[in-house]
């Protein structure tokens, strides 16, 4: 059974970092693209970043551009993504999916994700 499961998620204050985690079983992620998205309250859920399966490529919604990072560690088939300088805006539940192995990370904030986690909640108090 293929699972993708987020840690790290949690209460912190404006200004301040986290760092999710998202652990893959079931089967290898090592060749596909995966990606970060999220969803606030009463919002639709919208794409935060994605990385290529080398790690070499990565992308970021422009509201995230420059304080978040992801990243990942295929030999432990986990993705990170590193948030710093965290806004009020930022909170939400964060979401980690994989892409079809025919999808490219520049591809992945179009969606069409082949699997996803259940999310972490992330709350950023002023």
């Known amino acids: 059974q293929v699972q993708l499961v987020e840690s790290g998620g949690g209460l912190v204050q404006a200004g301040g970092s986290l760092r999710l985690s998202c652990l893959a079983s079931?089967?290898?992620?090592?060749?596909?693209?995966m990606g970060w998205f999220r969803q606030a309250p009463g919002k639709e859920r919208e794409f935060v970043a994605a990385?290529?399966?080398?790690?070499?490529?990565?992308y970021y919604a422009d509201s995230v551009k420059g304080r978040f990072t992801i990243s990942r560690d295929n030999a432990k088939n986990t993705v990170y993504l590193q948030m710093n300088s965290l806004k009020t805006e930022d909170a939400a539940v964060y979401y980690c999916?994989?892409?079809?192995?025919?999808?490219?990370?520049?591809?992945?904030?179009?969606?069409?994700?082949?699997?996803w986690g259940k999310g972490a909640l992330v709350t950023v108090s002023s």
């Open positions: 999916a994989a892409a079809p192995s025919s999808t490219q990370a520049r591809g992945v904030s179009l969606g069409g994700m082949d699997y």
């Open positions: 990385i290529s399966w080398s790690g070499g490529r990565t």
């Open positions: 079931g089967r290898t992620f090592s060749s596909s693209a």
